[in-house]
């Protein structure tokens, strides 16, 4: 079989259904929610077609900037941790038997499932006083009484790194599979420690597969919805969870549009970062 | 014409002309094979003939009807790919009665032609076994009798046995060769490897640099190459440069030698194979003088290099046809203008 | 000692993952109708209740309606796309590949945001089979990547020699591309089929209001306080995703769906 150019109207036709349906419902949606954006928003929840600003300047308020901050640092911490811990684990992952690895993907993809909904209701019991991990501590003796470790920062962050620390190994996996064994094992018959050979060998072979996982892994912190709404104070949610506050609870559609669209630029330069920083090391290689 | 033509048949891939200009006539019935280095074009030819690819000027004709337009499923031919391409999804009988099956041939046909045919190819009662439990040389087979399936008008095989160790693929070729006599079809077979090219054909198509350089039976182009491109990559041999002197002689390795003349009385090239060139002792008649500089001994052959002006000379000899030389030693190298092939520079 | 070291850091890991999940078992089994661990008696009772009650099963139902349908249509839009993507020369078509991806890629609420104000805008917002398509737009990428995968996994010379034996295109794809194609077929379907379940902001923000899938009826149960069943129904949906990605494994290449190489490992 050749690969050939379609020649008639009819070897078109394959391509017809899923056009129509990504375009009608994924991109006319996306021009709608960029249209509202610049609408009117009335009382009670409804809005009128116009061409105003006014939804974006809201974004020029030192409540909004604080919120942007907050959610660029969590997602960025997030990142951090989840690369910290994917990268060895992962590279730990590749050197298990293929039944052992089955097992851990089995395990990592069920994780990475789960819903929002049921990772904050998960971590939202352990960190809680009558059910919480604080209980076990008590039973050891280690505690005196059990106390709710939510809300709070530092439960917001093990929630997010705890829904995304699947997502950095299923990303890292197909680079370090791929690495050559035999790096590693030319290092060690060079003297290196196994540690040392990780850090001096795996680390930097994977630069590029690094620094492309950490700006996913951000990319994906930034969509986190509910954890922080779930597992944090009101200073603590981010422009995913103002979105949705405002979209559903404020009724304040207009608004949300905006700080969509705004997300969609925020993660869009996020992925140019990451071609760019991909293609620049590839030129220089 | 009965059988398969090829009328200037070009391919250009971008700027790059994979084959050009080819002409051939292939007669019904012979065994063909398509020789030469990679990149020369061979299977980009054969894979137009097959209608995978389309040439982008020229013409194919199957016994006089014009196909270069047919697609190939419309093609009434048989092809076995360099992977094999055996379907992993099935078995040995269905892989073989694939074509029988999605023309909806009825079932008791389809198990009497997968019967007759893994006779053929000496592996009865395989056909429900999966295609990923045979050995390598079961498989080839399996893919020859799948090609064969339909009784095509024509066979066409890519680099067929390259993945077979050296002995299976030597056994493979004797089959291959009387398969093709008993069913009498016209076969294509598209190798690198001479012995095989040798082994099977009944037509040598030597190509190089997407041209055909030479297209004859096997003996005439190892004889009668028709250019120093042909006389290299077939065997071994060794060319030496020649000259026309004032006198007219034709002149080689410093020495005049009678009998043979330069095309044009001009420069040329001689092609000689090494068991052509005999060896005598130092300034016997006619013969050039060169020094031994190197004796492979290979118990059945021996190889002798010589340096005679310069200029490198392979002999092989058997041990008795041979004088004793030793590395150093001063020896007659005796060129036959017989034997010898002049050959355009 | 590297090797003790790297079982201690695989268990601390194990650890962090299944440790909210056992504490969510362990409340689940509690048997009185109070968040308690270690768990103070043993009883079922939450998990019959799922059934039992007419809520939790209504909204079970209607998870599992809207995961087999939405992951069905998913996998109706992925497959000729992606056959259409293997099959032609076409750059232009790149283009709805990276449509296709770009849902899943995108922060979530961005695409819930976008399908809200285009179903509000058409005047079907609330319909349930609006939060079908929703969720096949949303999750298409995974079929469409399990199936690329597939398609580029096809050795060409399999289609060319089917051609050479007489069949042509639709024959073909019928006889040797759909047979070769299924496993990535069944596990694209499997993929959405498990997500889709799971899905909470884009069924939120469709169907929200009309219609409780099982996410938002934990999360709604959330907001009002505390029931046991919400325990049962997270351990109940734990289990399914593991069983259902066991299946693709035991069935199926899974580290090849996620990037490994065949050859490499025996």
Same mark, same amino acid.
């Given at each position: 079989?050749?690969?050939?150019?379609?020649?008639?109207?009819?070897?078109?036709?394959?391509?017809?259904?899923?056009?129509?349906?990504?375009?009608?419902?994924?991109?006319?949606?996306?021009?709608?929610?960029?249209?509202?954006?610049?609408?009117?928003?009335?009382?009670?929840?409804?809005?009128?077609?116009?061409?105003?600003?006014?939804?974006?300047?809201?974004?020029?308020?030192?409540?909004?900037?604080?919120?942007?901050?907050?959610?660029?640092?969590?997602?960025?911490?997030?990142?951090?941790?989840?690369?910290?811990?994917?990268?060895?684990?992962?590279?730990?992952?590749?050197?298990?038997?293929?039944?052992?690895?089955?097992?851990?993907?089995?395990?990592?993809?069920?994780?990475?499932?789960?819903? /929002?909904?049921?990772?904050?209701?998960?971590?939202?019991?352990?960190?809680?006083?009558?059910?919480?991990?604080?209980?076990?501590?008590?039973?050891?003796?280690?505690?005196?009484?059990?106390?709710?470790?939510?809300?709070?920062?530092?439960?917001?962050?093990?929630?997010?790194?705890?829904?995304?620390?699947?997502?950095?190994?299923?990303?890292?996996?197909?680079?370090?599979?791929?690495?050559?064994?035999?790096?590693?094992?030319?290092?060690?018959?060079?003297?290196?420690?196994?540690?040392?050979?990780?850090?001096? &060998?795996?680390?930097?072979?994977?630069?590029?597969?690094?620094?492309?996982?950490?700006?996913?892994?951000?990319?994906?912190?930034?969509?986190?919805?509910?954890?922080?709404?779930?597992?944090?104070?009101?200073?603590?949610?981010?422009?995913?969870?103002?979105?949705?506050?405002?979209?559903?609870?404020?009724?304040?559609?207009?608004?949300?549009?905006?700080?969509?669209?705004?997300?969609?630029?925020?993660?869009?330069?996020?992925?140019?970062?990451?071609?760019?920083?991909?293609?620049?090391?590839?030129?220089?290689? | 014409?009965?059988?398969?033509?090829?009328?200037?048949?070009?391919?250009?891939?971008? %700027?790059?002309?994979?084959?050009?200009?080819?002409?051939?006539?292939?007669?019904?019935?012979?065994?063909?094979?398509?020789?030469?280095?990679?990149?020369?074009?061979?299977?980009?030819?054969?894979?137009?003939?097959?209608?995978?690819?389309?040439?982008?000027?020229? =013409?194919?004709?199957?016994?006089?009807?014009?196909?270069?337009?047919?697609?190939?499923?419309?093609?009434?031919?048989?092809?076995?790919?360099?992977?094999?391409?055996?379907?992993?999804?099935?078995?040995?009988?269905?892989?073989?009665?694939?074509?029988?099956?999605?023309?909806?041939?009825?079932?008791?046909?389809?198990?009497?032609?997968?019967?007759?045919?893994?006779?053929?190819?000496?592996?009865?009662?395989?056909?429900?076994?999966?295609?990923?439990?045979?050995?390598?040389?079961?498989?080839?087979?399996?893919?020859?009798?799948?090609?064969?399936?339909? %009784?095509?008008?024509?066979?066409?095989?890519?680099?067929?046995?390259?993945?077979?160790?050296?002995?299976?693929?030597?056994?493979?070729?004797? =089959?291959?060769?009387?398969?093709?006599?008993?069913?009498?079809?016209?076969?294509?077979?598209?190798?690198?490897?001479?012995?095989?090219?040798?082994?099977?054909?009944?037509? &040598?198509?030597?190509?190089?640099?997407?041209?055909?350089?030479?297209?004859?039976?096997?003996?005439?182009?190892?004889?009668?190459?028709?250019?120093?491109?042909?006389?290299?990559?077939?065997?071994?041999?060794?060319?030496?440069?020649?000259?026309?002197?004032?006198?007219?002689?034709?002149?080689?390795?410093?020495?005049?030698?009678?009998?043979?003349?330069?095309?044009?009385?001009?420069?040329?090239?001689?092609?000689?194979?090494?068991?052509?060139?005999?060896?005598?002792?130092?300034?016997?008649?006619?013969?050039?003088?060169?020094?031994?500089?190197?004796?492979?001994?290979?118990?059945?052959?021996? /190889?002798?290099?010589?340096?005679?002006?310069?200029?490198?000379?392979?002999?092989?000899?058997?041990?008795?046809?041979?004088?004793?030389?030793?590395?150093?030693?001063?020896?007659?190298?005796?060129?036959?203008?017989?034997?010898?092939?002049?050959?355009?520079? | 000692?590297?090797?003790?070291?790297?079982?201690?850091?695989?268990?601390?890991?194990?650890?962090?993952?299944?440790?909210?999940?056992?504490? &969510?078992?362990?409340?689940?089994?509690?048997?009185?109708?109070?968040?308690?661990?270690?768990?103070?008696?043993?009883?079922?009772?939450?998990?019959?209740?799922?059934?039992?009650?007419?809520?939790?099963?209504?909204?079970?139902?209607?998870?599992?309606?809207?995961?087999?349908?939405?992951?069905?249509?998913?996998?109706?839009?992925?497959?000729?796309?992606?056959?259409?993507?293997?099959?032609?020369?076409?750059?232009?078509?790149?283009?709805?590949?990276?449509?296709?991806?770009?849902?899943?890629?995108?922060?979530?609420?961005?695409?819930?945001?976008?399908?809200?104000?285009?179903?509000?805008?058409?005047?079907?917002?609330?319909?349930?089979?609006?939060?079908?398509?929703?969720?096949?737009?949303?999750?298409?990428?995974?079929?469409?990547?399990?199936?690329?995968?597939?398609?580029?996994?096809? /050795?060409?010379?399999?289609?060319?020699?089917?051609?050479?034996?007489?069949?042509?295109?639709?024959?073909?794809?019928?006889?040797?591309?759909?047979?070769?194609?299924?496993?990535?077929?069944?596990?694209?379907?499997?993929?959405?089929?498990?997500?889709?379940?799971?899905?909470?902001?884009?069924?939120?923000?469709?169907?929200?209001?009309?219609?409780?899938?099982?996410?938002?009826?934990?999360?709604?149960?959330?907001?009002?306080?505390?029931?046991?069943?919400?325990?049962?129904?997270?351990?109940?949906?734990?289990?399914?995703?593991?069983?259902?990605?066991?299946?693709?494994?035991?069935?199926?290449?899974?580290?090849?769906?996620?990037?490994?190489?065949? =050859?490499?490992?025996?």
């Amino acid at each position: 079989m050749r690969r050939e150019t379609p020649q008639r109207l009819t070897d078109y036709a394959p391509i017809a259904f899923p056009a129509i349906m990504l375009t009608v419902f994924f991109v006319i949606p996306f021009g709608t929610m960029i249209s509202v954006s610049f609408f009117q928003r009335q009382q009670g929840g409804f809005y009128t077609p116009a061409f105003v600003f006014s939804n974006y300047e809201r974004f020029l308020s030192l409540f909004f900037a604080n919120v942007l901050g907050f959610s660029l640092m969590l997602a960025v911490l997030v990142a951090i941790c989840c690369v910290v811990l994917g990268v060895p684990f992962t590279y730990l992952l590749t050197r298990l038997t293929r039944r052992a690895q089955i097992i851990w993907m089995v395990v990592l993809l069920s994780v990475l499932s789960l819903s /929002e909904v049921i990772i904050g209701f998960a971590w939202s019991t352990l960190f809680s006083r009558t059910a919480g991990i604080t209980n076990l501590l008590v039973v050891l003796g280690l505690m005196e009484k059990a106390v709710a470790l939510s809300p709070g920062f530092p439960a917001v962050l093990t929630a997010m790194v705890y829904q995304a620390l699947p997502y950095t190994i299923l990303v890292l996996y197909p680079a370090l599979i791929r690495l050559d064994p035999t790096l590693t094992e030319a290092a060690r018959t060079l003297g290196a420690s196994p540690l040392r050979a990780f850090f001096t &060998v795996v680390v930097p072979a994977l630069r590029t597969t690094i620094m492309a996982t950490l700006i996913m892994v951000f990319i994906f912190a930034l969509g986190s919805y509910l954890l922080p709404q779930i597992l944090g104070r009101p200073q603590h949610w981010t422009l995913s969870v103002l979105i949705t506050d405002q979209a559903i609870y404020q009724s304040n559609m207009p608004f949300a549009a905006a700080m969509a669209v705004f997300l969609v630029l925020v993660t869009l330069a996020m992925v140019a970062l990451t071609l760019f920083a991909g293609r620049k090391r590839e030129a220089a290689t | 014409m009965s059988g398969l033509t090829l009328n200037s048949v070009r391919k250009d891939f971008g %700027s790059f002309t994979a084959v050009n200009d080819v002409q051939l006539a292939v007669p019904q019935g012979t065994f063909v094979c398509m020789l030469g280095p990679s990149g020369c074009g061979k299977t980009t030819l054969l894979r137009m003939i097959a209608g995978l690819d389309l040439p982008t000027s020229g =013409e194919i004709l199957l016994d006089g009807e014009d196909i270069t337009a047919v697609p190939t499923h419309k093609r009434n031919l048989g092809m076995v790919f360099q992977s094999l391409a055996l379907f992993p999804h099935l078995s040995v009988g269905e892989n073989i009665a694939y074509p029988l099956r999605i023309r909806g041939a009825p079932r008791e046909e389809q198990r009497r032609r997968v019967d007759e045919l893994l006779a053929m190819i000496h592996l009865p009662g395989y056909a429900d076994r999966p295609v990923a439990k045979l050995s390598g040389g079961q498989r080839q087979r399996v893919a020859i009798a799948r090609a064969l399936t339909r %009784s095509p008008k024509l066979f066409l095989l890519d680099e067929p046995l390259s993945a077979l160790d050296a002995k299976l693929r030597e056994a493979m070729q004797v =089959e291959l060769r009387q398969l093709q006599q008993q069913l009498g079809i016209t076969t294509i077979v598209v190798t690198h490897d001479q012995r095989e090219a040798m082994t099977m054909a009944d037509t &040598v198509v030597v190509m190089n640099q997407g041209q055909i350089r030479q297209a004859a039976s096997p003996m005439e182009i190892y004889r009668r190459p028709a250019d120093t491109f042909v006389a290299d990559f077939i065997g071994s041999t060794n060319l030496i440069d020649m000259y026309t002197d004032s006198a007219g002689r034709a002149v080689a390795l410093d020495q005049a030698i009678p009998g043979l003349s330069a095309p044009g009385g001009g420069k040329a090239v001689i092609s000689v194979r090494p068991e052509d060139v005999h060896l005598t002792a130092p300034g016997s008649d006619g013969t050039i003088t060169g020094t031994v500089t190197f004796v492979r001994d290979l118990g059945g052959t021996i /190889e002798t290099f010589i340096d005679c002006a310069g200029q490198q000379i392979i002999a092989v000899s058997t041990p008795r046809s041979r004088p004793e030389v030793t590395v150093g030693q001063p020896v007659g190298v005796l060129l036959d203008p017989g034997v010898c092939v002049v050959l355009d520079r | 000692m590297s090797h003790f070291l790297r079982r201690i850091y695989f268990a601390l890991v194990g650890l962090f993952l299944a440790a909210p999940l056992i504490v &969510v078992a362990g409340v689940s089994i509690n048997a009185k109708q109070t968040l308690a661990f270690p768990p103070q008696g043993f009883s079922l009772a939450w998990y019959v209740e799922i059934f039992a009650d007419t809520g939790w099963r209504n909204a079970l139902f209607a998870s599992l309606m809207l995961a087999l349908l939405s992951a069905a249509l998913a996998v109706a839009i992925a497959l000729p796309l992606a056959w259409f993507l293997w099959r032609r020369i076409a750059p232009w078509a790149n283009i709805f590949q990276l449509l296709g991806i770009a849902p899943f890629t995108l922060p979530p609420v961005i695409t819930a945001l976008g399908l809200l104000t285009f179903w509000a805008a058409t005047g079907f917002y609330g319909h349930p089979w609006t939060a079908v398509v929703s969720h096949a737009i949303f999750f298409v990428t995974l079929p469409l990547v399990t199936l690329s995968l597939g398609f580029s996994a096809i /050795e060409r010379s399999l289609v060319e020699a089917a051609a050479t034996m007489g069949a042509d295109d639709r024959t073909i794809f019928r006889t040797v591309v759909l047979p070769l194609i299924t496993p990535y077929l069944v596990s694209g379907y499997a993929f959405a089929f498990v997500l889709s379940l799971n899905e909470y902001i884009v069924a939120y923000m469709t169907v929200g209001f009309t219609m409780e899938t099982l996410p938002i009826k934990i999360f709604n149960a959330l907001r009002y306080g505390y029931t046991p069943t919400m325990a049962s129904v997270t351990v109940l949906f734990v289990i399914l995703a593991a069983v259902i990605y066991s299946l693709i494994a035991r069935y199926g290449d899974l580290l090849k769906l996620l990037g490994a190489n065949p =050859e490499e490992k025996p």
